[in-house]
């Protein structure tokens, strides 16, 4: 979580919203992404994409079977869509998103019966940091 956090930082640093990812498999990390939506004009570009496509493209496969994903933010639908796709097997999260998240909040995507594939969930790493980073960004925004 060490590496997405510091992702989240840099992308807060560069005027994004601060939210990192990493994807690792056996201890070995494959991809790190950071928000890049406004640098990328790409509404794709959230953290766990950016990290999701290093990874696979590492790989040469669009399958990131026995792959975990670390992220500073509960993933939104997109994303959560992406890793049911993607065959993760493990998702680890900082912060939940009680708005725009849809692992344990809204649409609950990995408990719908069309959703073919849903990794286990670890909720709360490095939550406090996560959301401190957040906080912090948002606070800036509005002063």
Known sequence: MRLALDAAA??????????????????????????RMRADSDPTAHAEMVAMRAAAAKLGDCRLDGCDLWVTLEPCAMCAGAMALARIG????????????????????????TCHHAP???????E?????????FFRARRT
């Open 128 to 136: 406090g940091e996560a959301g401190e980073l957040l906080r912090d």
């Open 90 to 113: 493990r998702l680890y999260f900082g912060a939940a998103d009680p708005k725009g998240g849809a692992v344990l909040h809204g649409p609950r995507l990995f408990s719908q019966p």
């Open 120 to 126: 286990e969930i670890y909720p709360g790493i490095g």
């Open 10 to 35: 840099a992308a807060a640093r560069e005027g994004e919203v601060p939210v990192g990812a990493v994807v690792t498999r056996a201890g070995e990390v494959l991809g790190v992404g950071r928000n």
